[in-house]
């Protein structure tokens, strides 16, 4: 751990995001304070995989992050698989079409968010964190500190404070009121299924490695709502995750809830005249089903990641549709990136921070907010839609391989060295700048 600093920040929100910047400041002795709006951590939702570069975030923040990936990822089953991120089928034909495998340097590694977030919790001290924290404003002290107010009439103080509130953030309302997450026009069933039955379903090929599998909309006179389904193990492969995107042409009828309840019999529906794979997987998930429905910041993205001493980071940021698969891993290098700043010498003071935090929007915000624009794309081009691919498998697999190397061939360590190179520039401007005024 690194010499005590004498600051005193919130992080809002107990997601990955807010566990993962948690544990690398603890391990950098930046003091904070951790508020969460439920009873105890807690993830919601089933299997989520992390790209090559959420890795390298993960040993940059602190190897036991790391460690603790390791010890709940679940990979593709076969030797043969180890570097395949999907195997791409076409999902519309029986027997069934073109496919080409989608790869990486790491394959496919999928986590249960539950089993992931036990982990990480361990990595911090209790007393760090405040739960039953439901954020509802932030004003300014006439000291100068930050005052965040409680729904349970509480109140705190902060010398600056990081939204890790996800997509919904509070943080980001009280900074950018305008910024709200939009419907994608997709929503998802989930489903988890014993491993035994769904090797009884598909094989053990399909069922033991990740598979994704695609189509358009089945009037093929025209290009119009489509879907694709995506599988993988987790639970140490005793488990298939199954995700389900359908695309619909109809509004999300309530904005401010993204879930609701479903049936088998609905998803079947949405995927009537899929290939015999699809529909044996929907088979035999459970008779109710949770949807989720896509929302992201696409069409409302943040002018800044910050105003002040007040920050933004992971999903709360740069909210994503998840077709690239690296949202979660993107909070964790936002996480990386700003302990690296946080942690740096010349961050000493309340007025240190929001230079550190304009620092971070300088190396974050382009990057963040070409993945929501990606992201968008890559779903539609899944599922043969994607304005200049279409059904053309070819432009598919490259789209698909140029887009997904843009987001894994980066070296984080790299990009955390390079965001403090810059406050270092920035801060010797500023010295510079006053000792020429005295």
Not at 17 to 42: D, M
Not at 187 to 193: D, P, V
Not at 247 to 271: G, K, Y
Request: one cysteine or more; a negative charge; glycine letters at 8%.
């Amino acid at each position: 751990m690194g010499t005590q600093k004498h600051l005193d920040i919130a992080i809002i929100g107990g997601g990955i995001a807010g566990l993962t910047l948690a544990i690398a400041l603890h391990h950098r002795g930046v003091p904070f304070t951790l508020y969460e709006q439920a009873h105890a951590f807690g993830e919601i939702g089933a299997g989520v995989s992390f790209t090559p570069s959420a890795v390298q975030a993960m040993q940059c923040c602190h190897d036991g992050i790391f460690d603790a990936f390791e010890k709940v990822c679940t990979r593709n089953e076969w030797e043969s698989k180890q570097t395949v991120w999907f195997d791409y089928h076409d999902g519309y034909n029986t027997p069934p079409g073109p496919s080409f495998p989608i790869s990486n340097s790491l394959g496919q590694r999928g986590v249960h968010r539950a089993e992931f977030l036990d982990q990480l919790v361990k990595l911090i001290p209790q007393h760090v964190a405040r739960f039953n924290k439901v954020l509802t404003s932030i004003t300014t002290a006439a000291s100068g500190k930050l005052v965040m107010a409680f729904g349970d009439g509480t109140t705190a103080e902060a010398d600056a404070i990081i939204g890790c509130d996800g997509i919904k953030s509070r943080v980001r309302q009280e900074l950018f009121p305008t910024c709200k997450p939009s419907y994608s026009h997709k929503y998802a069933y989930r489903g988890l299924i014993p491993m035994k039955q769904a090797i009884d379903a598909v094989g053990n090929e399909n069922a033991q490695n990740a598979c994704m599998y695609s189509r358009k909309y089945s009037n093929r006179a025209q290009m119009g709502p489509g879907g694709h389904v995506l599988t993988f193990p987790v639970k140490s492969g005793t488990v298939m995750n199954v995700v389900a995107f359908h695309t619909s042409e109809e509004p999300w009828q309530d904005s401010e809830r993204n879930v609701r309840t479903a049936t088998r019999a609905d998803a079947l529906r949405d995927f009537a005249g899929y290939g015999e794979d699809v529909t044996k997987i929907l088979q035999l998930t459970d008779e109710k089903l949770n949807v989720w429905a896509i929302f992201d910041l696409h069409d409302n993205p943040v002018p800044l990641f910050y105003q002040g001493r007040v920050c933004i980071s992971g999903d709360a940021a740069h909210a994503t549709s998840p077709h690239h698969g690296a949202g979660a891993g993107f909070c964790i290098e936002d996480s990386a990136v700003l302990a690296a700043l946080l942690s740096h010498e010349a961050i000493n003071s309340p007025a240190d921070l929001e230079l550190a935090f304009a620092v971070f929007d300088e190396c974050r915000r382009e990057r963040g907010q070409w993945l929501v624009e990606s992201s968008r794309f890559i779903g539609d081009c899944y599922e043969w839609r994607a304005e200049g691919v279409g059904n053309d498998f070819a432009k598919i697999e490259n789209e698909i391989n140029r887009r997904n190397s843009i987001i894994a061939d980066v070296d984080v360590a790299v990009m955390c060295q390079q965001a403090r190179d810059t406050l270092s520039r920035k801060c010797g401007s500023l010295v510079r700048g006053f000792s020429a005024n005295i």
